[in-house]
């Protein structure tokens, strides 16, 4: 049998239909029922249209081959075979090589094992991805808690899942517990993102208060019993304090301001500005590029006797100012600090002893602080796509709107990882990717201080590449030459080499990379050639040749066999030259008609048919500038001969019943003369060229011997007489 395969590359997935087409050519001389079975496939995810494609000798069918993967068929590229057999002979088989492409599907489910968790200050949830698909897949986990309470670490924050793999990553929690009462639940939401989207797994986070509520109980009945006494102290601590304190506060203490500012409200009228609870404003800036920062502690600490008291305190908010209202005038120490910062006392000092103290009045003018960050950190991976590439990672911090002075590079590691230490901050960074053959990609990122930042997937798009080159006739440059470039996915494009100025030259600029382009030449009256051109990342080829032969010529005939009929699966061979093209004479149809095309003209060619059975022919062909020649038929001859006759006796008919031997002195073969279509005829077919001697035999006859010379497909006709034994 022999096969040919309509679909080369097949495209599925799992829930997405694929089919194989296969045309089955059936060459022996008897029906054949064609299975088939595909390696490296399941045989249920295989079902074939018809089961049994039934085939009759010289006649050709189509078989259907549906296509229907589970979810764990691995994404990417698979190289198939089809072999087909035959139900009548187990040794004609045919195979035919199939490309399979299956998409890839994302089916990634998160969960939390346990979903719940107990403790005071710390608890443990697990994060569990689950990796249903047929693709590795990469999640990056982050989690949070509404009130934003709790701290929340993710060990590891990047997690890598293989298909039908299951990772686990550990969330640590981390808060205040509540100093007493009853129980606080925290609702805590991790999300999962991944390239495709993303997935949230709720859970819990039960805290237990430090003092039990009986505890409280006794606690709060001691403290009765003690105000008494703590009252007292406090008056006596007053009365020594460093600096004589009024000895009564009227309410307008505490509100902000002058006397003035309080519009004569009664109480207010004489008040000594002394006796006005004052407000003390302020913002602190960031060292690195003097934008404000939030979330920074600002304590006001004032030295007594008894050594240094935080009298008060509060929060930078967004925009890194503060305000602190009541303030007894006077002179105090400031205090800024925050987790990932450095300390710094008012100025810029690294100790309260050596801090400047700020004088708390009427006429206090708002103070500026700058903080310092501990070094910070970025870390994350950049993907190119599969491939191996050395990016470059650049960082510039971005001061007052402006793009400054790099402070940093690092180049990934072979799996795309990176890692910047050492970072000042806290500072905003314009973070540049870069890598040869790809896009520049870049984004901008504040860095909080001390902080590690962990980057989501920075994914690189190749470069647009280019292919350019120029068309010749083996000598010169040809313009007029149609050029077709094709790629897989993408529309085709279509430019024709000029013929004036740069001759023969053209060129495809934004092509897609990495990927592999077929480029078509064509040119009336010249041979079309074909090349395949791979590009990598940002690729650009622009010293391509390609050569067109002079002119496609095309012969045409028919193949029959000695009686007029066409013949099938005649093998024909065209040679000319360098040049070697093969094809068959058709089975359905126009039987034994045969075709041959892109031949150069003009040429001299010889055209040889083959058939197993038959004796070979050789033509000679010439094709002239018109490049066409048609009308070239053939009729083979079978290979074998036949001797044949009709036996009689002397003086009167036909003889039936002679035994007649014919042998070429290695194999014999014996028949009988019969009483039709002749009396006494008989028949020796399927004979090889070669000398055979031929005997007749009878009772009562003498017999006879007869040499007989047979050529290849000749037809010989042997009549003899016996004459009776006397």
């Known amino acids: 049998m022999r096969a040919e395969l309509r679909t080369p590359v097949v495209h599925t997935g799992p829930g997405v239909p694929g089919v194989i087409e296969i045309e089955v050519f059936n060459t022996s001389d008897v029906i054949a029922g064609i299975t088939a079975h595909v390696r490296g496939l399941d045989h249920s995810w295989v079902r074939s249209e018809p089961e049994q494609l039934a085939l009759f000798p010289e006649s050709s069918g189509l078989l259907l081959l549906h296509l229907d993967l589970p979810p764990e068929m691995p994404a990417g590229r698979h190289d198939l075979v089809v072999e087909l057999l035959s139900s009548t002979d187990p040794t004609d088989t045919a195979l035919v090589e199939v490309e399979l492409v299956v998409s890839p599907v994302d089916l990634t489910v998160v969960t939390l094992e346990p979903a719940s968790a107990v403790?005071?200050?710390?608890?443990?949830?697990?994060?569990v991805v689950d990796n249903r698909g047929n693709t590795p897949v990469e999640v990056t986990l982050s989690a949070s808690d509404p009130e934003r309470a709790l701290r929340c670490t993710l060990d590891p924050p990047l997690l890598l899942a293989r298909p039908a793999e299951r990772v686990v990553a550990t969330l640590r929690l981390e808060g205040r517990p509540p100093i007493i009462g009853a129980e606080l639940t925290r609702p805590i939401t991790v999300v999962a993102r991944t390239e495709t989207g993303e997935q949230q797994a709720v859970g819990s986070f039960t805290q237990r208060p430090l003092i039990s509520r009986g505890v409280a109980t006794a606690v709060a009945l001691g403290a009765i019993v003690a105000l008494w006494a703590l009252v007292a102290v406090f008056g006596i601590g007053a009365a020594l304090d460093a600096e004589p304190l009024t000895k009564a506060a009227p309410a307008s203490f505490f509100a902000p301001g002058s006397p003035e500012a309080l519009g004569g409200a009664s109480g207010t009228k004489g008040l000594d500005p002394a006796v006005v609870g004052q407000t003390l404003e302020g913002q602190a800036l960031s060292a690195i590029d003097g934008s404000g920062v939030e979330?920074?502690?600002v304590e006001v600490v004032r030295r007594t006797r008894t050594g240094p008291r935080i009298v008060a305190a509060a929060a930078t908010d967004e925009d890194g100012e503060f305000s602190i209202d009541a303030l007894i005038p006077g002179q105090y120490v400031l205090h800024f600090t925050a987790p990932g910062f450095e300390d710094v006392w008012y100025p810029d000092a690294t100790s309260q002893d050596?801090?400047?103290?700020?004088?708390?009045?009427?006429?206090?003018?708002?103070?500026?602080?700058?903080?310092?960050?501990?070094?910070?950190t970025l870390q994350g991976r950049v993907d190119a796509g599969g491939d191996e590439v050395a990016a470059t990672v650049s960082l510039v911090p971005i001061v007052g709107g402006e793009r400054g002075t790099p402070v940093d590079m690092a180049t990934t590691a072979p799996d795309g990882s990176f890692v910047v230490t050492g970072l000042p901050t806290p500072a905003t960074y314009e973070i540049l990717f870069?890598?040869?053959?790809?896009?520049?990609?870049?984004?901008?990122e504040a860095l909080r201080g001390g902080e590690t930042l962990m980057l989501d997937a920075i994914r690189l798009t190749a470069g647009d590449g280019v292919i350019a080159g120029t068309v010749t006739d083996g000598i010169a440059a040809l313009g007029g030459v149609t050029v077709t470039a094709r790629a897989a996915g993408q529309e085709a494009a279509v430019t024709v080499t000029p013929t004036s100025g740069a001759v023969g030259t053209y060129r495809f600029e934004g092509l897609r990379t990495p990927g592999t382009y077929i480029l078509t030449f064509t040119k009336d009256g010249y041979g079309t050639e074909t090349v395949a051109v791979g590009l990598g990342p940002g690729e650009q080829r622009t010293d391509l040749v390609t050569a067109l032969a002079g002119g496609t010529g095309t012969i045409t005939g028919r193949v029959t066999d000695a009686s007029g009929a066409g013949l099938g699966e005649v093998t024909v061979t065209v040679r000319g030259g360098e040049v070697v093209s093969n094809?068959?004479?058709?089975?359905?149809?126009?039987i034994g008609a045969w075709r041959v095309t892109g031949l150069p003209s003009p040429g001299e060619y010889t055209v040889t048919f083959e058939k197993p059975g038959y004796v070979s022919q050789t033509v000679a062909v010439t094709l002239g500038p018109g490049g066409s020649a048609s009308g070239v038929d053939v009729r083979l001859q079978r290979h074998v001969g036949v001797v044949t006759g009709v036996v009689r006796a002397a003086g009167g008919g036909g003889l039936s019943g002679v035994t007649v031997r014919i042998t070429d002195g290695q194999t014999e073969r014996v028949t009988t003369s019969v009483n039709s279509p002749t009396t006494g005829s008989y028949t020796f077919d399927e004979l090889p060229p070669g000398s055979y001697s031929v005997t007749f035999e009878r009772t009562g006859y003498q017999s006879q011997t007869v040499l007989v010379q047979l050529g290849a497909g000749q037809r010989r006709t042997l009549d003899v007489t016996l004459v009776q034994v006397p």
């Open 119 to 127: 403790g005071r200050r710390r608890g443990e949830l697990g994060v």
């Open 295 to 297: 979330r920074i502690s």
């Open 354 to 376: 050596t801090a400047i103290p700020v004088k708390v009045g009427p006429e206090t003018a708002p103070v500026t602080v700058e903080v310092v960050g501990l070094p910070g």
């Open 434 to 444: 870069t890598a040869p053959g790809f896009q520049p990609t870049s984004r901008t």
């Open 583 to 590: 094809t068959a004479t058709l089975t359905s149809g126009q």
